[in-house]
């Protein structure tokens, strides 16, 4: 079995393409397909090459392995950007393992990093990193670039105490939910009256003294008694699944594009916190010249609960209910035109929405003992003169069940006559509508044991996007999992924002983050086997 290493980087001296704007630096990490047969990966970084790679080609020979978060401007110090969130990947010891890492300045919402601006990059093997290595970043057009550190680490599974192996590798995990407040902080603004702009930050301490941030608050201004927004983190992240491993939390005063000025720091470790809610802890700063005491750091809420996984779900009785929504907007085109996505081929040959239901429906079939299915749609009209944006396919909105994949099948056949195509696409009210059922359920105990799976085919970018992320960010306490898979040769970068496995750290860039990963979106066109579909 191949050891895990975890990446952890930091950048320093990051060059401003501009004077005006700070920079939001982001890392993109990519690894070689095998199409590189060398043995230093050094040697064979052209570098115009990786530049022209950075706008289009690179995902033609590099495979996309991780991205941090975003590094938002108001933290981008002028020496250090220390990102919280860690790359993993396998150390294949009789492998050459070719890495790239761009760092870019994030200046649009799309995934395509090609769209942003590209600070530099660095190409390397994943032999080479050891324990920690400094690499200067290159860039064809800058001589000063700046720095990347990166840091590996292997991860035992013993470390892992707080994950529960319950078979075919599905993990239960932990979450940490955490509030602090400041009380009597040292002034920092030296103005008559002035106050700070304060600022944490939680690192886990390492077997090297190493420290390793967590978890970053927002900046609460003018303010020496600062109230900050409640943060969650995976149990695991913040102490390696063990509650008495040493934490140091760091209070700063916020310089715009500057380094912050240190408040001062309290040690203490996870269990202390989740034992000792509304007690204070003492901020030291050693460099006080009479009281080391800077302040005080209040521990407001500190909770720790479960993330059930599927297989949980599975072991206590739950069985799976599934519901299919399907896109029925203009941009399909029109079913008879052999060039439509819901063309229906006289011959037998199954469409892509087709193959979809297919490919999901029977893997769900064998979890559910009832086989009735709910078959919606939206973006159409049916029986109505008004677009819905979720309706039921057979027009009994109390009872859209069919029986059976083949059921699915029948119906979704039978109702494309009747079906009047329209737009936009919206998402939206599909899992609002869901989620509150399920919600609506529970509340009045109608609910029996079923966990259910959402399935959303679609083609197209949505135009609800900001909107679609605030109803998932909702819906992540309901037993549910949705399976977005868009179909056709649209541009899908959007849509892969939709993906709770993409940005775990700062998913919505909100105070709460998301409870748990139980959003998948696929395209189906770069997964168009069936069995290796249905093992995504």
Not at 290 to 317: N, V
Not at 372 to 385: E, I
Request: glycine share 6%; proline share 4%; aromatic share 10%.
């Amino acid at each position: 079995m191949h050891p895990t290493l975890e990446l952890r980087f930091s950048c320093s001296n990051l060059n401003k393409l501009d004077w005006i704007t700070l920079v939001d630096p982001q890392i993109i990490a990519f690894e070689n397909k095998g199409l590189l047969n060398v043995t230093n990966a050094s040697h064979t970084l052209t570098l115009h090459q990786a530049y022209n790679d950075f706008f289009g080609n690179v995902k033609e020979n590099w495979l996309e392995i991780g991205r941090t978060e975003v590094f938002k401007d108001e933290f981008s110090q002028a020496s250090l950007s220390k990102f919280m969130t860690s790359i993993f990947l396998n150390f294949i010891f009789e492998k050459t393992q070719i890495l790239r890492f761009y760092v870019i300045d994030v200046k649009s919402k799309s995934e395509k990093i090609e769209e942003n601006d590209l600070l530099g990059f660095c190409q390397l093997n994943l032999s080479s990193i050891g324990m920690t290595i400094s690499e200067k970043l290159q860039h064809p057009n800058h001589k000063q670039t700046g720095w990347i550190t990166i840091t590996a680490n292997e991860v035992f599974e013993k470390k892992l105490m707080n994950l529960k192996l319950v078979g075919m590798g599905f993990l239960t995990l932990f979450a940490v939910r955490l509030q602090f407040s400041g009380r009597d902080l040292d002034r920092k603004d030296l103005l008559p009256f002035g106050k700070s702009d304060s600022f944490y930050i939680v690192n886990y301490v390492n077997d090297k003294s190493e420290l390793i941030p967590i978890l970053k608050s927002e900046v609460v201004k003018k303010n020496l008694n600062p109230n900050w927004l409640p943060k969650e983190t995976i149990f695991n992240d913040l102490c390696r699944g063990n509650e008495s491993a040493p934490l140091l939390i760091e209070i700063f005063h916020f310089i715009e594009g500057k380094e912050p000025s240190f408040i001062g720091r309290a040690s203490t470790t996870l269990g202390f916190i989740l034992h000792n809610k509304n007690s204070e802890i003492e901020l030291i700063n050693p460099d006080r010249k009479k009281s080391k005491i800077s302040g005080y750091l209040k521990i407001k809420e500190a909770i720790l609960e479960l993330i059930p996984s599927i297989i949980d779900y599975f072991k206590d009785g739950f069985e799976l209910d599934f519901t299919v929504s399907i896109d029925f907007s203009i941009l399909n085109g029109n079913p008879q035109d052999p060039k439509s996505l819901h063309y229906l081929n006289p011959n037998g040959g199954l469409n892509d929405y087709q193959k979809v239901i297919n490919s999901v429906g029977t893997i769900i079939d064998k979890y559910n003992t009832h086989k009735h299915f709910s078959v919606m749609g939206f973006g159409a009209t049916l029986n109505s003169n008004y677009v819905s944006h979720y309706f039921a396919l057979n027009g009994k909105e109390n009872l859209p069940q069919v029986y059976g994949i083949e059921g699915i099948l029948g119906l979704y056949s039978r109702s494309l006559p009747h079906l009047k195509f329209s737009g936009p696409t919206i998402l939206t009210p599909t899992i609002e509508k869901f989620s509150n059922q399920i919600q609506s359920n529970f509340n009045g105990k109608q609910q029996s044991k079923k966990y259910h799976v959402l399935l959303i085919i679609t083609t197209g970018e949505i135009s609800d996007v900001d909107r679609t992320l605030d109803a998932i960010l909702r819906a992540s306490d309901s037993q549910l999992s949705i399976v977005i898979v868009g179909v056709g040769w649209a541009d899908f970068e959007i849509m892969r924002q939709l993906d709770t496995n993409q940005k775990p750290h700062d998913y919505l860039n909100k105070s709460n983050e998301i409870k748990r990963d139980f959003v998948r979106f696929l395209p189906f066109r770069e997964l168009s086997d069936p069995v290796v579909f249905a093992s995504q």
